[in-house]
């Protein structure tokens, strides 16, 4: 895997992956895009959601949304890694088996999820999850 990184402007950088996306980077006060840490913590939110979605779409269960919801602490002087995530999912759905999105979010947290598996290492990462039953029209 190889990826590029160039400056713009400012501190406003655009990352080219070996795939052909681009992504922009702010790291400064424009907030012309997120940030490096802040696409740190949504690469580990969208590396164990694709993990509980294809893993509760195995186990067949019926749902119409999947949101991770974030929340992280980072050291307060340098490096302001980050110290605590905890990802707290939310699946809408219906009879969305709770035993079902417990088990996809204990795989993804222990043997799927590169992304946090790596951040792991140094970072206390936590899991919460809740079933948000889905109004029937």
Not at 20 to 48: K, R, T, W, Y
Not at 72 to 80: L, T, V
Not at 90 to 106: D, F
């Amino acid at each position: 895997m190889q990826a590029n990184v160039k400056w713009v402007a400012g501190n406003t950088f655009l990352g080219l992956s070996d795939s052909g996306h681009n992504v922009v980077f702010d790291a400064g006060s424009e907030s012309a895009a997120a940030s490096p840490m802040e696409m740190v913590l949504m690469s580990v939110g969208c590396c164990s959601s694709v993990d509980v979605v294809s893993i509760l779409q195995k186990a067949k269960q019926s749902f119409s949304d999947v949101q991770v919801q974030l929340r992280a602490e980072r050291a307060e002087s340098a490096p302001r890694v980050f110290t605590k995530i905890n990802l707290h999912f939310v699946v809408t759905g219906n009879n969305v088996s709770e035993k079902h999105l417990a088990r996809a979010v204990q795989l993804s947290a222990e043997k799927y999820c590169s992304v946090a598996l790596m951040l792991d290492k140094t970072v206390e990462i936590t899991h919460s999850h809740e079933v948000v039953s889905e109004q029937l029209k």
